[in-house]
C-alpha cells in the first residue's frame, strides 16, 4: 500500500508560479510510475505530468515549457513534485498525485485512467486569477 499526500496548492495571479509537492508513504520501496493530474469543474481529469519507472517523463501539450516535474527518492522516502510557471487561469483545477504499475511508460501515465493507477492522493486545489 502506497499513501499520497499533496501540498503546495494556492491561489496566484496569472503569470505566478506555484511548486506542488506530493510526499509518499508506506511501500516506497516499489518501482512506480507516476504522475500529476488535474481535474477543472465540468472537465474530465487529465494527465499533466509523468515519470516512469525508467525516469523517463512525459508533458501534456498544453503545460510544455511551463511545468517541470521531478521525483526524488532517497532511502524509503519518495516525493514527486510540479513546478509550475507562467501560470493562467486555465491551469485552475484540483491537481492530484497518483502511482501505479513501475512497468507504465511516461505516455501511458499520462493518458491513464482512474482505475489504470493504484494509488491517488486527495488532491490540491491551485486557482489561478486574471
Known amino acids: 500500500q502506497l499513501q499520497l499526500v499533496e501540498s503546495g496548492g494556492g491561489s496566484v495571479q496569472a503569470g505566478g508560479s506555484l511548486r506542488l509537492s506530493c510526499a509518499a508513504s508506506g511501500a516506497t520501496y516499489q518501482a512506480y510510475s507516476m ?6 469543474p465540468g472537465k474530465s ?25 521531478s521525483r526524488v527518492k532517497i532511502d524509503h522516502t519518495l516525493s514527486l513534485h510540479l513546478q509550475m510557471n507562467d501560470l493562467n487561469p486555465e491551469d485552475s483545477a484540483m491537481y492530484y498525485c497518483a502511482a501505479g504499475n513501475g512497468l507504465l511508460t511516461a505516455t501511458q501515465v499520462l493518458g491513464a485512467g482512474y482505475w489504470t493507477m493504484d494509488y491517488w492522493g486527495k488532491g490540491t486545489l491551485v486557482t489561478i486569477s486574471s
Not at 35 to 40: D, H, I, L, M, S
Not at 46 to 62: H, K, M, N, Q, T
Open 35 to 40: 504522475g500529476w493530474f488535474r481535474e477543472a
Open 45 to 69: 481529469r487529465e494527465g499533466v505530468a509523468s515519470f516512469d519507472g525508467d525516469g523517463r517523463i512525459a508533458y501534456a501539450d498544453s503545460v510544455k515549457g511551463r511545468f517541470t516535474i
